[in-house]
């Protein structure tokens, strides 16, 4: 069974950084695009950033351009999301996916989740 296992969530004031790993296993990571989603209390999950299998393309979403950088590590099988200048409103359950679609991170019918970890900024 295919795993992916987020780690590196808590709690942090505005304006401070975490950095979120994500490792898979028994599955190899370099072959797929993999991405970074958030789903707030009453929200919808969104796409935050995903990044192609090579490294060389990322996107991300408007609210966390600038702040927010996606990175992976074939090697490690490991995928990364360093979070900068937290706001309250990046509050959320963030999951890792792969088997995204690169353009505009787009789940789709294939994509395999993790279990997400909690990040709470407080004001």
């Known amino acids: 069974q295919l795993q992916l296992v987020e780690s590196g969530g808590g709690l942090v004031q505005t304006g401070g950084s975490l950095k979120l790993s994500c490792a898979a296993s028994?599955?190899?990571?370099?072959?797929?695009?993999l991405g970074w989603f958030r789903q707030a209390p009453g929200g919808v999950r969104e796409a935050v950033g995903c990044?192609?299998?090579?490294?060389?393309?990322?996107d991300y979403a408007d609210s966390v351009k600038g702040r927010f950088t996606v990175s992976r590590d074939n090697a490690k099988n490991t995928v990364y999301l360093q979070m900068n200048n937290l706001k309250p409103e990046d509050t959320a359950i963030y999951y890792c996916?792969?088997?995204?679609?690169?353009?505009?991170?787009?789940?789709?019918?294939?994509?395999?989740w993790g279990r997400g970890t909690q990040v709470t900024v407080s004001s």
């Open positions: 028994r599955f190899t990571l370099g072959a797929y695009t």
């Open positions: 996916a792969a088997r995204i679609v690169m353009d505009g991170c787009m789940v789709e019918a294939g994509t395999t």
């Open positions: 990044i192609s299998s090579s490294g060389g393309s990322t």
